[in-house]
């Protein structure tokens, strides 16, 4: 029996390092697939050395954006048809890279947008859980706000742990998913949850690796999961329900 040809997906991943691993899982577990031919085929190029975002966004670090562009025409070549970035924080440089790109792109921004307005019932307020460039810079804050969805964000004692939590030496980034980490992120979460949010957005690719949905009694929005069902979507192959 014939089957149609599957559409590539790209995945730019290293930043972090278990972020393009963990999108590439999250396609996996979108598709509905009975057997291994039924699956899209993936190409994951894993870049660490793409200079840090927050830095850049912040503090005027070294710039990523020509090493996102090296790293998305490494992924044409490799034969994907289409790409995502995955690193929220990467979006800030969207403008940049974007209209440039030798593939087509999804954008983590839009599509969780889509989705959370698509939900029932739709959130009227969100908490962000993010790295203090993409709180700061609005990424997230701004087009959520213009659709008529209100942004919370932890007051400055909670971001400063937000960032321990993803930078520090036990932090996600170094490898620590368990402990401090986890317990410092559920900690902001709930306080989120207790000021009002109605769902709980992980602004932060590594927020997602450590956060479940179980662990909290509103939604748990990840760009990743959502981003990897539009991914399958455009492949071609069948999403799983």
């Not at 930043?15 to 009975?34: D, I, N, Q, T, Y």
């Not at 899209?40 to 975002?53: E, F, H, I, N, T």
């Not at 995502?84 to 800030?92: D, I, T």
């Not at 932090?171 to 559920?186: D, H, I, M, Q, S």
Request: aromatic share 4%; proline share 9%; hydrophobic share 45%.
């Amino acid at each position: 029996m014939s089957r149609k040809k599957l559409k590539t997906i790209g995945v730019l991943g290293g930043m972090g390092p278990g972020a393009g691993v963990r999108f590439v899982g999250e396609v996996v577990k979108a598709c509905g697939a009975g057997r291994d031919q039924d699956h899209p085929p993936v190409v994951l190029y894993s870049l660490p050395q793409v200079p840090d975002r927050t830095e850049a966004i912040l503090h005027g670090g070294a710039d990523p954006v020509p090493a996102i562009r090296r790293g998305l025409s490494a992924l044409a070549r490799a034969g994907a048809d289409f790409a995502a970035v995955s690193c929220v924080s990467a979006h800030f440089f969207w403008p940049r890279f974007a209209p440039r790109s030798p593939l087509p792109l999804i954008s983590l921004i839009d599509e969780t947008l889509i989705a959370l307005q698509e939900s029932r019932p739709a959130p009227g307020t969100v908490g962000l859980i993010a790295t203090t460039g993409t709180v700061r810079s609005g990424l997230l804050a701004r087009p959520f706000e213009a659709a008529g969805i209100g942004v919370l964000v932890p007051p400055a004692r909670d971001q400063a742990r937000v960032m321990a939590a993803v930078y520090g030496r036990k932090g996600v980034k170094a490898g620590f998913t368990a402990g401090p980490a986890r317990e410092a992120l559920l900690g902001v979460a709930r306080g989120l949850v207790w000021a009002g949010a109605e769902a709980v957005l992980a602004g932060c690719t590594e927020v997602a690796l450590v956060l479940r949905p179980e662990d909290l009694p509103v939604p748990l929005l990840d760009p990743m999961a959502i981003g990897a069902r539009e991914a399958v979507r455009r492949s071609g192959a069948r999403l799983r329900p």
